[in-house]
C-alpha cells in the first residue's frame, strides 16, 4: 500500500550508447548484451532520475543496488540512478504541465517539480490519459509492465461471507444491484481523477450498469452519487472508512465496499485489523495495476540506453521474487516465493483461469480511450457542484441535419446532450438556461428561458424548458449574447461555487447591429474581476464555426473552447467542458 513519498537513491554504473528514441519503447535484449562489456571501474556520471509508484519502490531500489555491487559498467562511463518512491498523481502533474496536456482533476504540479527519466506509475491508464489530455507523444501500448496487482472489490469479512465469499462467484453487475437497492451497500472510492485503482473500479462498474437496458442512465447515475457519498481523494482516508471493530453496528456503519488493489488488501490485513477485508475478484475482471515501465519523452540518449538496461534487470526472475514480500505480482500474474495470495485468489496456475482473471495481460492494449475519458469526465460532473449558464444557439443553421445522429438535427443533438448532462448533476448544482440568435426578444439576440437557481427546486422546469426549443430564421448573435450572459453569472457570483457560462454554437458571429470582437473582448476585459472569475466554455458545432474567435474569448475569461465537426461528439464534449473547468480560476 503507498502510505506517502520518501526516497530513495543508489548509483548504478553503466555507460551512454547508441541513440534514444522519441518515445517510450522498452524491449528485451539489452541487458545481458551490455553486461558482457562490463568492467571493474568507471569514470564520469550520467544521473539517470526513476519515480516509482512507492508499493514498488524498494524492489526497484533492491535490484538497482545489487546491479552496482556487481561491477556494471558499460564504456567506461558511470550512471547513478536515483530511485524516488512518489504518488503518481503528482508525478502525472508535473509530466503533464512539461508536456501541456490537461488533467481532470489532477490539478497544478508543483512550481519546483521536476519530470523524472525514467516512470514506473501503477497503471498505464496515467499514460493513455496523458496523451488522451494532449501529449501526444506518449504511447501507452508501449510501456512494458514490470509487475502486477489485480484490482478487487475489498469488503468486510462478514459483509463478503453473506454474499457468498469465497465459494461463490461474483459480477459486477451484480454490485451495481447491492449499490442502488433499497438498502443499498455502502460503497466508497478514491477519487478516480487521481487514483489508478479507482479508475479501474469505476470502469468496470459503470460498464456493468451501462449494460443494465431500459435502466442503464438511472443506474450508471445512481452508482456514481452512491459512490461519490463515500469517496476519498486519499487512499489512507478510504481504508480508515472500514470497520475498526467487528461488533455489528459498527461494520453496518462502515465502508462495505470499495475498488482497490490485491496488494492494498493483503497490506491492510497484515497488520491484523479488528475485521479483516475480504478481497472480490469480480467478473468481468477489472484492468489490473501493470506498473509500467515507461522511458519520458526527450531524454538524452546516454540516459535512454541507461533506462534500458536497467529495464532488463527488472524483468528477471530475482526481481519477481523481490516483488513477493510487497504483495506484488510478476507481469503475467504469476507470483515469485513468499507471495501470500488472499482467500479466494485466481493464479494463472490454476486450472480454466485466464491470464487478465489472476492480473495478467497488456492491460495497455485493452483500454479504450473513450471509454476511460467517459468515466473520468462523468465522474468529475456527478461528483462536483456549480453555478452554470447554459445557452443554446437556436439560429436557422441548426435545423442542418446529422448523418451520423440518423437524421436529426443539429439542434436536436444539442438539446439532447444538454439533457443528459443535466441528467448527471446533482441537486447541489445551479443551473440557468437561454437560447440565442438574433432579434429574439425585442431587440435582443438572446431569451431568458430560466434563471439560475438550484436544481433541487427548478429541475423540472428546465427539462420542461428544454423540450420546445426550436431553431429560427435568425441569425448569430454571438458576441452580444456571450457578453450579457457573462454579465447576468457575475452579477450574481457565488463564492462557493465555479461561476461559468457554457455555449453551443454552430457559427461565427453574424449581426450586423450587434458589437464587434474588438468590443466584444475589449468589454470583457474591463469588468473580469479576479476575485469574482466567470469562465466562459464555448462549443463549437460543424465546419462554418471560427476555432480562432472561440478562443479568443475563452482566453479573456480563463474558460475554454471545443470544435468538433460530428455534432454526435457534443455529448462527451460537455460533459469534458464541465470537468475541466478550474475552480478559482
Same mark, same amino acid.
Given at each position: 500500500?503507498?502510505?506517502?513519498?520518501?526516497?530513495?537513491?543508489?548509483?548504478?554504473?553503466?555507460?551512454?550508447?547508441?541513440?534514444?528514441?522519441?518515445?517510450?519503447?522498452?524491449?528485451?535484449?539489452?541487458?545481458?548484451?551490455?553486461?558482457?562489456?562490463?568492467?571493474?571501474?568507471?569514470?564520469?556520471?550520467?544521473?539517470?532520475?526513476?519515480?516509482?509508484?512507492?508499493?514498488?519502490?524498494?524492489?526497484?531500489?533492491?535490484?538497482?543496488?545489487?546491479?552496482?555491487?556487481?561491477?556494471?559498467?558499460?564504456?567506461?562511463?558511470?550512471?547513478?540512478?536515483?530511485?524516488?518512491?512518489?504518488?503518481?498523481?503528482?508525478?502525472?502533474?508535473?509530466?503533464?504541465?512539461?508536456?501541456?496536456?490537461?488533467?481532470?482533476?489532477? $490539478?497544478?504540479?508543483? $512550481?519546483?517539480?521536476?519530470?523524472?527519466?525514467?516512470?514506473?506509475?501503477?497503471?498505464?491508464?496515467?499514460?493513455?490519459?496523458?496523451?488522451?489530455?494532449?501529449?501526444?507523444?506518449?504511447?501507452?501500448?508501449?510501456?512494458?509492465?514490470?509487475?502486477?496487482?489485480?484490482?478487487?472489490?475489498?469488503?468486510?469479512?462478514?459483509?463478503?461471507?453473506?454474499?457468498?465469499?469465497?465459494?461463490?462467484?461474483?459480477?459486477?453487475?451484480?454490485?451495481?444491484?447491492?449499490?442502488?437497492?433499497?438498502?443499498?451497500?455502502?460503497?466508497?472510492?478514491?477519487?478516480?481523477?487521481?487514483?489508478?485503482?479507482?479508475?479501474?473500479?469505476?470502469?468496470?462498474?459503470?460498464?456493468?450498469?451501462?449494460?443494465?437496458?431500459?435502466?442503464?442512465?438511472?443506474?450508471?447515475?445512481?452508482?456514481?452519487?452512491?459512490?461519490?457519498?463515500?469517496?476519498?481523494?486519499?487512499?489512507?482516508?478510504? %481504508?480508515?472508512?472500514?470497520?475498526?471493530?467487528?461488533?455489528?453496528?459498527?461494520?453496518?456503519?462502515?465502508?462495505?465496499?470499495?475498488?482497490?488493489?490485491?496488494?492494498?488488501?493483503?497490506?491492510?490485513?497484515?497488520?491484523?485489523?479488528?475485521?479483516?477485508?475480504?478481497?472480490?475478484?469480480?467478473?468481468?475482471?477489472?484492468?489490473?495495476?501493470?506498473?509500467?515501465?515507461?522511458?519520458?519523452?526527450?531524454?538524452?540518449?546516454?540516459?535512454?540506453?541507461?533506462?534500458?538496461?536497467?529495464?532488463?534487470?527488472?524483468?528477471?526472475?530475482?526481481?519477481?521474487?523481490?516483488?513477493?514480500?510487497?504483495?506484488?505480482?510478476?507481469?503475467?500474474?504469476?507470483?515469485?516465493?513468499?507471495?501470500?495470495?488472499?482467500? $479466494?485468489?485466481?493464479?494463472?496456475?490454476?486450472?480454466?483461469?485466464?491470464?487478465?482473471?489472476?492480473?495478467?495481460?497488456?492491460?495497455?492494449?485493452?483500454?479504450?480511450?473513450?471509454?476511460?475519458?467517459?468515466?473520468?469526465?462523468?465522474?468529475?460532473?456527478?461528483?462536483?457542484?456549480?453555478?452554470? %449558464?447554459?445557452?443554446?444557439?437556436?439560429?436557422?443553421?441548426?435545423?442542418?441535419?446529422?448523418?451520423?445522429?440518423?437524421?436529426?438535427?443539429?439542434?436536436?443533438?444539442?438539446?439532447?446532450?444538454?439533457?443528459?448532462?443535466?441528467?448527471?448533476?446533482?441537486?447541489?448544482?445551479?443551473?440557468?438556461?437561454?437560447?440565442?440568435?438574433?432579434?429574439?426578444?425585442? $431587440?435582443?439576440?438572446?431569451?431568458?428561458?430560466?434563471?439560475?437557481?438550484?436544481?433541487?427546486?427548478?429541475?423540472?422546469?428546465?427539462?420542461?424548458?428544454?423540450?420546445?426549443?426550436?431553431?429560427?430564421?435568425?441569425?448569430?448573435?454571438?458576441?452580444?449574447?456571450?457578453?450579457?450572459?457573462?454579465?447576468?453569472?457575475?452579477?450574481?457570483?457565488?463564492?462557493?461555487?465555479?461561476?461559468?457560462?457554457?455555449?453551443?454554437?454552430?457559427?461565427?458571429?453574424?449581426?450586423?447591429?450587434?458589437?464587434?470582437?474588438?468590443?466584444?473582448?475589449?468589454?470583457?476585459?474591463?469588468?473580469?474581476?479576479?476575485?469574482?472569475?466567470?469562465?466562459?466554455?464555448?462549443?463549437?458545432?460543424?465546419?462554418?464555426?471560427?476555432?480562432?474567435?472561440?478562443?479568443?474569448?475563452?482566453?479573456?475569461?480563463?474558460?475554454?473552447?471545443?470544435?468538433?465537426?460530428?455534432?454526435?461528439?457534443?455529448?462527451?464534449?460537455?460533459?469534458?467542458?464541465?470537468?475541466?473547468?478550474?475552480?478559482?480560476?
Amino acid at each position: 500500500m503507498s502510505a506517502g513519498r520518501h526516497r530513495i537513491r543508489t548509483s548504478i554504473h553503466a555507460a551512454g550508447a547508441a541513440a534514444a528514441v522519441a518515445v517510450l519503447v522498452v524491449t528485451a535484449g539489452g541487458y545481458f548484451g551490455y553486461r558482457q562489456l562490463a568492467t571493474p571501474s568507471c569514470s564520469g556520471k550520467i544521473e539517470l532520475s526513476v519515480a516509482v509508484a512507492a508499493e514498488l519502490a524498494p524492489a526497484v531500489d533492491a535490484t538497482a543496488t545489487e546491479w552496482e555491487r556487481d561491477g556494471a559498467a558499460i564504456g567506461g562511463t558511470c550512471i547513478e540512478v536515483q530511485v524516488s518512491a512518489a504518488d503518481p498523481v503528482d508525478v502525472a502533474a508535473t509530466v503533464a504541465a512539461k508536456h501541456g496536456a490537461i488533467l481532470a482533476g489532477v $490539478g497544478q504540479a508543483p $512550481g519546483t517539480a521536476v519530470s523524472p527519466d525514467v516512470w514506473v506509475p501503477d497503471s498505464s491508464t496515467w499514460l493513455l490519459r496523458l496523451k488522451s489530455g494532449g501529449a501526444t507523444a506518449f504511447d501507452p501500448g508501449n510501456g512494458a509492465s514490470i509487475a502486477r496487482s489485480p484490482v478487487v472489490v475489498a469488503m468486510p469479512e462478514p459483509i463478503a461471507s453473506r454474499l457468498g465469499w469465497p465459494k461463490k462467484e461474483l459480477t459486477w453487475a451484480q454490485l451495481v444491484g447491492q449499490v442502488n437497492s433499497s438498502k443499498p451497500l455502502k460503497a466508497g472510492i478514491v477519487d478516480p481523477t487521481r487514483d489508478a485503482a479507482g479508475l479501474s473500479g469505476l470502469l468496470s462498474l459503470t460498464t456493468a450498469a451501462a449494460a443494465a437496458g431500459k435502466d442503464a442512465q438511472k443506474d450508471t447515475v445512481g452508482a456514481l452519487r452512491a459512490l461519490s457519498t463515500s469517496a476519498s481523494n486519499l487512499r489512507q482516508d478510504l %481504508l480508515a472508512k472500514f470497520p475498526t471493530s467487528s461488533d455489528p453496528t459498527t461494520v453496518a456503519r462502515s465502508l462495505g465496499a470499495a475498488a482497490i488493489s490485491e496488494e492494498d488488501v493483503i497490506s491492510y490485513n497484515a497488520r491484523k485489523p479488528a475485521v479483516p477485508l475480504a478481497a472480490l475478484y469480480l467478473q468481468p475482471a477489472a484492468t489490473p495495476l501493470d506498473y509500467p515501465y515507461a522511458v519520458l519523452p526527450g531524454i538524452e540518449p546516454a540516459k535512454a540506453s541507461a533506462a534500458q538496461v536497467l529495464f532488463e534487470a527488472l524483468t528477471t526472475t530475482d526481481f519477481r521474487d523481490r516483488l513477493a514480500p510487497l504483495s506484488l505480482r510478476a507481469p503475467d500474474g504469476n507470483w515469485g516465493a513468499g507471495f501470500s495470495a488472499p482467500p $479466494g485468489a485466481p493464479s494463472p496456475e490454476a486450472g480454466g483461469v485466464s491470464a487478465q482473471q489472476a492480473g495478467g495481460g497488456n492491460t495497455a492494449g485493452d483500454l479504450d480511450p473513450q471509454a476511460v475519458d467517459q468515466a473520468v469526465t462523468s465522474w468529475s460532473v456527478a461528483t462536483q457542484s456549480g453555478r452554470m %449558464l447554459c445557452v443554446i444557439d437556436v439560429s436557422g443553421s441548426m435545423r442542418a441535419r446529422v448523418a451520423t445522429a440518423n437524421g436529426a438535427s443539429r439542434l436536436q443533438v444539442t438539446v439532447d446532450a444538454a439533457r443528459r448532462g443535466l441528467n448527471l448533476f446533482d441537486d447541489s448544482w445551479q443551473i440557468g438556461l437561454w437560447e440565442f440568435s438574433t432579434n429574439l426578444d425585442g $431587440g435582443r439576440d438572446y431569451r431568458r428561458l430560466v434563471e439560475i437557481g438550484p436544481l433541487s427546486t427548478q429541475r423540472s422546469k428546465l427539462e420542461q424548458a428544454l423540450s420546445p426549443i426550436q431553431p429560427t430564421n435568425g441569425d448569430t448573435g454571438l458576441f452580444d449574447t456571450v457578453l450579457a450572459a457573462y454579465k447576468a453569472v457575475q452579477e450574481e457570483w457565488d463564492p462557493g461555487q465555479v461561476n461559468s457560462v457554457v455555449l453551443f454554437t454552430d457559427g461565427v458571429n453574424d449581426d450586423d447591429n450587434g458589437i464587434s470582437q474588438q468590443v466584444l473582448l475589449k468589454e470583457l476585459e474591463r469588468i473580469k474581476d479576479p476575485e469574482r472569475p466567470v469562465q466562459v466554455v464555448l462549443i463549437g458545432i460543424g465546419q462554418d464555426v471560427s476555432k480562432a474567435e472561440l478562443e479568443s474569448i475563452a482566453k479573456v475569461t480563463g474558460g475554454g473552447s471545443f470544435v468538433t465537426e460530428d455534432p454526435t461528439n457534443i455529448g462527451s464534449i460537455f460533459l469534458k467542458a464541465i470537468a475541466l473547468r478550474k475552480a478559482g480560476t
